[in-house]
C-alpha cells in the first residue's frame, strides 16, 4: 500500500530583515509601502498566506487605499482570513488616519507672547522636582505643530546641543521654535548658564532660517522671557 506524500501548506515565514515590523523599527514608518503598514495592522496571515500577501489582497479587494478608507466593519468582514479581531484593528486604523486628515488648523494651540507660552505650559511644569529643557515646534502662524522635551537635567550649553533642538525642527517643517524650561526653586530668573544656552540657540537659529522666537523659564505660577529680559533681540 502506497501513501501519498503530506502536503505542508504552511507558508514559510519571511527572513527577519524583511518583515514589516522590523523593517519599520530600523528604517522608519515613511519607507513601508501600504501593503507593509497594513500587514503590521493584521499582524498574522493564514494557514495558506503570509501576511503580506494577505495585506495585498486586502488593497487589491478594495481598489487601493482610498478605497479602504470607506470599508465597513461587514465588508472587511466578509473577506476569506480576515476575522473581527483583524478587521476591527483595520476600522480603527483607518478611523483614526480619518480623523488626523479632517483634523482642523483652528484647533491648533495659538503662540504670540510669553504668556501664551505660560498658559500652555505652567500648570503641567511648575511642580516637576528636575530642569526639563523643551522645545516648542511652530508654523507660520505661530500654530504649535509639536512640544518635545529634549533634555532633563541641569541645563548646561554641552549638554543642550542645538543638533537635538532643530533636528526635530527640520522633521516638522517648523517656522520657528520656542524653548523653554523650568526651575524647580520655582524663581524663574534666567541664570548665566540659561543665558549662553539661549544665544547658542538662537545663533544656529539663524544659520538655518529657524527662528528662535524666545526662551521661556517657568518658575511657581511665574515665569521669565528671555527676549523680554533683552537677552535675545
Not at 489582497?57 to 466578509?78: N, P, T, Y
Not at 476575522?83 to 480623523?99: D, F, M, P, S, T
Not at 544656529?204 to 523659564?217: E, P, R, Y
Request: net charge neutral; proline share 4%.
Amino acid at each position: 500500500m502506497t501513501h501519498s506524500p503530506v502536503v505542508n501548506t504552511m507558508k514559510s515565514p519571511l527572513p527577519a530583515s524583511e518583515m514589516p515590523r522590523e523593517r519599520l523599527v530600523k528604517e522608519g514608518a515613511e519607507r513601508l509601502s501600504n501593503q507593509e503598514l497594513i500587514a503590521i495592522i493584521l499582524r498574522t496571515g493564514t494557514r495558506s498566506e503570509t501576511v503580506l500577501q494577505l495585506a495585498n489582497r486586502v488593497l487589491r479587494e478594495f481598489d487601493g487605499i482610498m478605497m479602504l478608507k470607506d470599508a465597513s466593519l461587514e465588508e472587511l468582514q466578509a473577506m476569506k482570513g480576515i476575522g473581527q479581531v483583524k478587521a476591527v484593528g483595520l476600522r480603527a486604523a483607518l478611523e483614526l488616519g480619518k480623523r488626523i486628515h479632517t483634523a482642523r488648523e483652528g484647533e491648533r494651540y495659538v503662540i504670540r507672547t510669553p504668556e501664551d507660552v505660560s498658559d500652555y505650559v505652567m500648570e503641567e511644569m511648575r511642580f516637576l522636582s528636575q530642569e526639563h529643557f523643551v522645545a516648542i515646534y511652530l508654523n507660520t502662524k505661530n500654530q504649535v505643530l509639536h512640544k518635545k522635551t529634549i533634555f532633563i537635567g541641569s541645563l548646561n550649553a554641552s549638554i543642550v546641543h542645538p543638533r537635538e533642538v532643530f533636528k526635530e525642527a527640520l522633521r516638522r517643517s517648523a517656522a520657528s521654535i520656542v524653548c523653554l524650561h523650568n526651575h524647580p526653586s520655582g524663581d524663574p530668573a534666567p541664570s548665566k548658564e540659561d543665558s549662553e544656552v539661549t544665544k547658542r540657540l538662537v545663533e544656529c537659529g539663524k544659520i538655518l532660517g529657524i527662528d528662535v522666537l524666545d526662551h521661556i523659564i517657568i518658575g511657581d505660577l511665574q515665569y521669565a522671557s528671555l527676549r523680554e529680559l533683552g537677552i535675545i533681540t
